[in-house]
């Protein structure tokens, strides 16, 4: 089918326009494997799944040392100079083999205590022993996949995508219905093995064009730059993953387990339509905003990347919410107590997608303490509204607690990427 010239013409429509062929697909398949998941499940499994794909992503941004953004970044910076992109990757292969080994050994030797603190059960510690050998994979493929993002090879991305996340949703399948809540659980641990070799299959040629693996040396030339993105990372993907965890626990405990698997349910839709974005702000948005120096060209940018994505993502949300009932019936039937906590979520994540648009300057141009503070802020606000709303209001309070929170996250990262070029340009005109 020939795309639209409208479309051609743009490339942040034409990203949308292929991403949302990729994520329609996914959603159908999504919505399939979580109905699923509820009807055999139920409330508790979905949020045991809820804290095992949260203890992954702590995984992925221990295991790759948090530099994914920073790879994303000089890839797209250096592309042309295979001398620099040798120094990124040796830095990165090293910082990478002490992560992986690390947290192999934390993993195998704290699987007792792991297991406990995060399920509540010293039942899970074959999974936590499990995920220690899946480390390489999800380090590997982390890392590797920051290069498909920083050489904006969208095409190939949603190729990859797509194909493993087929594969690992038949691998669900398959496991569920033989091992029940173990199965789901073992093949979602496994799913980066899966998603590591589905990227090397597609992407080995090119891989080989940019990196040379056998001229790759234990030296780190560029930590300095890279370590500022693990810092970033430690706070944006650790921390969030982290307080995520807490506070299904804290709703679990305050409230019962069959609400922490509704606000779990809720978070997973969520997710699933904030995917579609996730893969725009690193294919477009961090390597378009590292080339922007102006105040000028980053309002116009800024208003271009506004102008394309809130009106489809409003008009989708507007659509989950007016069909709520039926998103309900038809991948969670029996959660009723998830109507009302959609039109906060909704809401909050309406106003987040406007605000992480604002805050990837800060990974474009390094602004770590900004950065830092912003997420720090953002997270005690979501931790602090979401125990003294659930007092209040059950666990509709919690998704009350993260539109509060992202009202505020977005003042606060737009006062503070507009003062970094007030900043810039009182320095130009001193200097």
């Not at 804290?51 to 295991?63: K, T, V």
């Not at 959660?335 to 987040?352: A, C, H």
């Not at 990837?360 to 602090?384: C, D, H, T």
Request: net charge positive; aromatic share 16%.
């Amino acid at each position: 089918m020939k795309i639209p010239q409208f479309i051609r013409g743009n490339l942040l429509l034409k990203m949308t326009s292929l991403n949302a062929g990729v994520i329609g697909v996914r959603l159908v398949i999504s919505f399939f494997i979580q109905r699923m998941l509820a009807l055999m499940v139920g409330e508790a499994g979905i949020a045991k799944i809820g804290s095992l794909r949260n203890l992954m992503e702590i995984l992925s941004a221990f295991a790759s040392v948090g530099i994914f953004s920073g790879v994303v970044k000089y890839v797209a910076e250096y592309k042309d100079d295979k001398q620099q992109l040798q120094k990124l990757f040796s830095t990165t292969y090293v910082f990478t083999v002490l992560g992986t080994i690390g947290v192999s050994i934390i993993l195998f030797f704290g699987a007792s205590f792991l297991s406990t603190q995060i399920f509540d059960s010293a039942e899970y510690i074959y999974l936590i022993k499990l995920l220690a050998v899946m480390v390489p994979f999800i380090c590997m493929y982390r890392v590797f996949s920051a290069v498909v993002n920083g050489l904006s090879l969208y095409k190939k991305l949603a190729g990859i995508d797509l194909i493993s996340y087929v594969l690992s949703s038949i691998l669900t399948v398959v496991l569920l219905l033989s091992n029940n809540i173990d199965g789901a659980l073992i093949a979602i641990a496994i799913t980066p093995a899966l998603q590591f070799f589905v990227l090397l299959f597609i992407f080995l040629k090119v891989l080989r064009e940019y990196l040379q693996f056998s001229k790759l040396s234990f030296k780190i030339p560029m930590a300095k730059g890279l370590l500022a993105f693990s810092l970033m990372s430690f706070f944006s993907t650790v921390l969030l993953n982290y307080v995520e965890i807490d506070i299904r626990v804290m709703i679990q405990n305050r409230i019962t387990m069959a609400d922490a698997g509704i606000w779990t349910a809720m978070t997973n839709i969520s997710k699933n339509y904030m995917v579609f974005s996730s893969a725009i702000f690193t294919l477009y948005v961090l390597p378009k905003f590292a080339g922007i120096h102006s105040k000028t060209d980053f309002k116009a940018e800024l208003f271009n990347i506004y102008k394309t994505l809130l009106p489809l993502f409003g008009v989708g949300m507007l659509l989950i919410y007016f069909l709520r009932d039926y998103v309900i019936q038809i991948i969670y039937p029996d959660f009723y107590g998830m109507e009302p906590l959609f039109k906060w979520q909704l809401l909050g994540d309406f106003v987040r997608l406007a605000a992480i648009v604002l805050g990837y300057q800060f990974l474009a141009k390094k602004m770590v303490r900004n950065f830092i503070f912003s997420e720090v802020l953002s997270l005690a606000l979501f931790y602090g509204f979401s125990y003294y709303f659930a007092g209040i209001y059950g666990v509709e309070g919690v998704v009350m607690a993260h539109f509060l929170r992202y009202v505020v996250y977005f003042l606060v990262v737009f006062y503070l990427v507009f003062r970094y070029f007030r900043k810039k340009k009182n320095t130009v005109d001193n200097s």
